[in-house]
């Protein structure tokens, strides 16, 4: 995908499909793991905000780096297997992208400086990056690629997640 068929997509719509691609490779953590639950509130957290904008940059910021030091990207920082750290990564740079696009809604100044580098090109990144963990294959996302172009291309402004994932997922 090209950024200048990125740019056609709404905001949602690019936030939706990266949640997508981190719902399948996120499918891999078990249930058990103890940090199971911070990873899939992150997840519905984002979706929270493709949905209906109903979260702001900062909380959604929040999940990745917080005084306490217990957001997410201290999983990535702390796993020992590759493939693990990889997915949990994978996860940090879902939320940092629907934060980064929370905040520009809202038109905020400033950013969190972690989130100064992103750009609308952090998309194609993103999915780079989802290929490198080896719970997702190239021909897995560039069929989710197609079925979002095929589904959302066209000022599609609402997003719900159930649908979303069924238009696009591949099974």
Known sequence: MDLQVINRLNDEVKVGFVITIAEKVFSVIDKDDERY???RNALDKCWLWAENNSISGDELYELIDNPECTGISEFA???EDLNI?????LLVDTVSYTSWKAYKKE????LPQALEGTKEDSFLVFIESADETTF???EELDLMEQRLLDSY???YNEI???DFIRNVIVE
């Open 85 to 89: 750290d990889r997915v949990w990564s």
């Open 153 to 155: 291309q066209t000022n």
């Open 37 to 39: 639950i911070d990873g």
């Open 107 to 110: 038109k905020t100044k400033y």
């Open 160 to 162: 719900i997640r159930s």
């Open 77 to 79: 920082e702390d796993e």
């Open 136 to 138: 997702i294959t190239k």
